[in-house]
């Protein structure tokens, strides 16, 4: 038996889905932005002397003011974070859920096993009333408690063990693992792009200095070099691959203490260990937003 994305409650995959779409949305933005101050360089230096380069950099300045009051008004990186700290809150509590940890490792019957998991639910959507909105709803989003949850929840602690360690800790482990390599390659890429075009406008500075006359696009490449450094650091690239990698090594360690688990108690005592940990993760990351 295995629990998948699609087997957690209907308001993590709704949580999901909306800091997906947020996080795309605020950096295609961001992306779009950058992509027009340099074209709008371009075009005043290429066309400098020209009315409609003069018109044709005044536009794209306009739309560029317009994606900024988007931004600020939309606020798609509220919506991002919010979601993201919504989806995994649910995470969290549903598996304290299947595998009957505390606070569901009760003596009480599975009806009221539910009912508990279904307020503390409707209580992480109550503190995060300005991402309502967002949320939206369909069918193949699932129920709040599916039945692959309830499954798991009766299987003998020693299955339930095994699949937390295989679809909980070692997804995770992979999951840190390959998001902490992919953010060290692209830190060095766009470190290396920016160092480029700096070097560029440098060489383009000094060879101005023996050439007075020349004309060359400075502004062009500084603005380039200004919008990949922009880039970079909206990413957090280097950061994110610290963070990741000393998650990746963490978990591992988690891992190794599951040989310890011999009974329920000892199972819900490691699983409310391990999402302290996880959670602990989480909520550097959400911390990073006012950075």
Request: net charge positive; hydrophobic share 45%.
């Amino acid at each position: 038996m295995q629990m998948e994305e699609s087997d957690f409650p209907a308001l993590y995959n709704a949580a999901d889905s909306a800091s997906l779409e947020a996080q795309s949305n605020s950096f295609n933005s961001l992306r779009l932005y950058l992509i027009l101050l340099v074209a709008a360089a371009f075009v005043s230096f290429e066309w400098a002397q020209e009315v409609y380069g003069a018109i044709a950099s005044a536009s794209l300045f306009l739309i560029t003011l317009g994606i900024l009051v988007w931004l600020k008004v939309k606020k798609p990186e509220d919506i991002w974070y919010n979601g993201r700290a919504v989806a995994e809150s649910v995470k969290t509590r549903t598996w304290r859920w299947v595998m009957k940890a505390e606070p569901y490792d009760k003596a009480v019957s599975e009806e009221q096993a539910q009912r508990e998991l279904l307020s503390d639910l409707k209580a992480i959507l109550a503190q995060n009333r300005s991402l309502s909105g967002c949320l939206k709803w369909t069918p193949d989003l699932g129920e709040a408690i599916s039945k692959k949850m309830i499954s798991i929840r009766s299987l003998p602690w020693k299955e339930r063990l095994d699949i937390y360690k295989n679809d909980r800790i070692d997804n995770q482990s992979v999951w840190y693992s390959k998001k902490s390599q992919f953010n060290k390659r692209r830190a060095k890429q766009w470190f290396a792009a920016s160092i480029f075009l700096h070097s560029i406008a440098i060489l383009m500075l000094l060879y101005r200095i023996k050439n007075p006359i020349t004309s060359l696009p400075i502004e062009v490449m500084a603005a380039a070099a200004s919008a990949v450094l922009t880039w970079l650091q909206a990413k957090k690239h280097n950061e994110l691959n610290s963070s990741y990698s000393l998650a990746a090594h963490e978990i591992v360690l988690i891992k190794g203490e599951a040989v310890s688990v011999q009974d329920d108690p000892h199972l819900s005592e490691f699983v409310m260990n391990s999402e302290s940990a996880f959670s602990r993760e989480h909520t550097q990351w959400v911390a990073r937003k006012s950075v």
